[in-house]
C-alpha cells in the first residue's frame, strides 16, 4: 500500500476554528499544494460560482490579528507580510479546490485533506456520545450507590488532557 502523501496528523494541525466552521487557510493549503498562494487565490478567484460564502471567505482584520498571535506568524524581514487578508476554506471549500487545480498532487492532498476531516469529525461525534452515556448511567447509579462514584471519577480523568479518549481541542479563535 502506497504510503499518504500527507499525514493526518500534519493536515489536523492545519485545521482551525473560525466563524463557527472548521476551515484551513489558504497559505496552508498552497504549501500542502505545493504552490504559491498567489497563485492557488488567483485559480480561486477566477472560479467564483464555485466557492460560494460558506466554502470559502476571507478572515477579518481582527481574525487575521488574533490567529496570527496564536500561531506565531510574525515575521520580520521586509516583505514577509501579506498584501491581502488571507483566505480560509471550510471542508467542501477544500473540496472544491481539486476542480480548480489540475495537477496529480492536488487529487492526492484533497483526498487526504477530506479523509483527515472525515476522522475528526468521527472523533467529535464518538466523544459526544460517549460523555453523553457516562452522564446518564452516572445519573442513574450514583443515585443508588456511592461505590460507583469512584468508577466515574476515574473515567473522567481518562477523558482529561492526555487520555487517548480526550476530544482533540481544535485551534481557532474563541468565537
Avoid at 118 to 147: C, G, P, S, Y
Avoid at 154 to 164: D, E, F, N
Wanted: aromatic share 8%; net charge positive.
Amino acid at each position: 500500500m502506497k504510503a499518504a502523501i500527507v499525514s493526518v496528523r500534519d493536515i489536523g494541525q492545519k485545521i482551525y476554528f473560525v466563524r463557527g466552521h472548521r476551515v484551513m487557510l489558504d497559505g496552508d493549503l498552497a504549501e500542502l499544494y505545493e504552490v504559491a498562494t498567489k497563485n492557488l487565490n488567483k485559480a480561486v478567484r477566477r472560479n467564483p460560482a464555485r466557492f460560494p460564502k460558506d466554502f470559502m471567505f476571507q478572515l477579518t482584520e481582527l481574525e487575521h490579528e488574533r490567529l496570527r498571535f496564536q500561531t506565531g506568524t510574525l515575521k520580520k524581514a521586509r516583505g514577509a507580510h501579506r498584501k491581502y487578508l488571507p483566505l480560509v476554506f471550510t471542508e467542501q471549500g477544500v473540496a472544491m479546490l481539486s476542480s480548480v487545480l489540475n495537477s496529480d498532487r492536488a487529487a492526492q492532498v484533497n483526498i487526504a485533506i477530506v479523509r483527515t476531516f472525515v476522522k475528526l469529525r468521527e472523533m467529535l461525534e464518538t466523544n459526544k456520545d460517549l460523555a453523553k452515556k457516562i452522564e446518564q448511567l452516572e445519573r442513574k447509579f450514583l443515585a443508588h450507590d456511592d461505590q460507583f462514584r469512584a468508577v466515574f471519577e476515574a473515567i473522567r480523568k481518562l477523558m482529561t488532557v492526555g487520555s487517548p479518549l480526550q476530544q482533540k481541542r481544535i485551534k481557532g479563535l474563541v468565537e
